[in-house]
């Protein structure tokens, strides 16, 4: 396997650097905590900031194409031919600089990509741009009580009244709907179609008389969650995306980059090596925990694992740099790094005993706290953008032609 990019993606790889060294500072390094932000918290549509400075440099780095490639120029992306090595020079670059990349989060992940593929000219133009640079702030209205992996149950139905659509219902588990500008929802809109027909794809200002968001509090402590309840909301009748009752439709295509944004195997490796480096200063019984053989040992069955991941990563560049189709092996990723960044958090937590329980930033155990958060985050991880019974089955029933699930 050669793993060596050509001369051409060398010297791609020098003029990004290059636009970097000029246009990100030290000074701006030492006051951006951006890619911190890349994170758990990150990945789940949390902490975006609305930075001034950064907000210039991400336009300038799109000028050059070297964000949002697949956004067309004229919705605020980088237009660029699809490119699935430079794509990932740019992202290594941008992290080794800590540089603001692309902002990871619902809107511009997952919501503004979806635009581009089924929304309309007016949709784009409204939201695409203020999205990709962060000054429009989305959640993700899918799951309601009910309705989770069996999401085409959802009950909250909408109904034409005039120009406007009337909305009622609950959604929960709604990621930063507390800070959100804007949801995209789906909504019932055709009760008496079957299940998956009768859905339309909304997009809904939470600032409408008649929302209630009401946080819901995590084992972490923090209140990312929420339920959100509508009340005889009343959004314009252009609100929809695609055609009405095609929701469903439109909702594969978020899921598909939601799951791409969550299944990245570079956040695992920053996990593992925070494991490392916690592993070479924590002593039991006078010794470091590195050269403890059992610990030794949990260590290279991870790393093993670790390396497979990036492998198959690699196997997926290669497949997508040939412009080939990947297939359902673009599922694993989600399913195997959410469930690495398990066993790194587990095993950190073993290891810290009840100096894992201490808060991040405590100084009993100053920047350690950081795994009890991952080890918490985690479970949540596998299970946004769904269950990973769910991805299994997929995997299994449409991949491995395995025979089908009893759906009774
Ligand atoms: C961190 C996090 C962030 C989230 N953010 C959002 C958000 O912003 N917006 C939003 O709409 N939703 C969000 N969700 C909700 C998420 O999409 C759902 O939790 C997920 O789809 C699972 O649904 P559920 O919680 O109702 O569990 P259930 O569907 O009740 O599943 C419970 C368990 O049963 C298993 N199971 C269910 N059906 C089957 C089956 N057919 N075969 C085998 N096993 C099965 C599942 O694997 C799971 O282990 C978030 C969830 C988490 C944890």
Redesign the pocket.
């Known amino acids: 396997m050669n793993l060596s990019y050509s001369k051409e993606y060398e010297d791609f790889r020098h003029e990004v650097r290059s636009f970097l060294d000029e246009n990100w500072t030290d000074a701006d390094r030492a006051s951006a905590p951006e890619a911190d932000l890349q994170t758990v918290r990150g990945a ?2 949390g902490g975006i900031r609305k930075d001034q400075r950064a907000t210039e440099f991400r336009k300038k780095a799109i000028a050059r194409g070297y964000l949002y490639r697949r956004i067309p120029r004229r919705f605020g992306g980088g237009e660029q031919p699809p490119d699935a090595l430079k794509a990932t020079i740019l992202a290594e670059e941008f992290r080794r600089a800590k540089a603001p990349f692309e902002i990871m989060g ?1 809107g511009a992940s997952m919501l503004a990509p979806t635009l581009v593929e089924k929304g309309s000219e007016e949709q784009c133009q409204k939201y695409v741009e203020s999205t990709l640079l962060g000054h429009t702030a989305w ?5 309601e009580p009910g ?5 085409a149950s959802l009950r909250t139905s909408a109904v034409l009244e005039g120009d406007h659509w009337v909305i009622n219902g609950q ?6 709907a507390q800070e959100a500008d804007m949801m995209f929802a789906l909504i019932r809109t055709e009760p008496d179609k079957p299940q998956h027909d009768g859905i339309s794809y909304f997009l809904i200002d939470m600032k409408t008389e008649g929302i209630d968001v009401r946080p819901l509090r995590q084992m972490t402590g923090e209140a990312d ?1 929420n339920e959100v309840f509508f009340d005889n909301v009343r959004v314009p009748v252009d609100s929809i995306v695609g055609e009405r009752g095609e929701g469903w439709l439109v909702s594969r295509s978020t899921l598909k980059h939601e799951r791409a944004l969550i299944g990245n195997a570079s956040l695992a490796r920053r996990t593992f090596d925070g494991l490392i480096a916690m592993a070479q200063v924590i002593e039991v019984r006078g010794e470091k925990v590195i050269d403890d053989p059992v610990i030794r040992d949990r260590i290279s069955t991870i790393e093993a694992d670790l390396l497979a991941a990036e492998y198959n990563g690699y196997r997926l560049l290669t497949t997508r740099a040939k412009k080939a189709d990947a297939g359902l092996s673009g599922l694993v990723p989600k399913l195997h790094s959410t469930n690495l960044v398990y066993k790194v958090s587990k095993l950190a937590m073993d290891i810290l005993n009840d100096r894992g329980l201490c808060a991040p930033g405590e100084a009993i155990a100053p920047d350690m706290g950081g795994f009890s958060t991952a080890y918490m ?1 985690y ?3 596998a ?8 991805q299994r ?1 997929i995997i299994g029933e449409r991949g491995l032609g395995l025979p089908r ?1 009893d ?1 009774n």
């Open positions: 789940m549509g619902q959640c993700q209205g899918y799951s309705a989770g992996s069996d999401l959604k929960i588990w709604t990621s930063n969650f985050w479970w949540g991880m299970l946004g953008g769904g269950a990973p019974n769910i089955n699930d759906r």
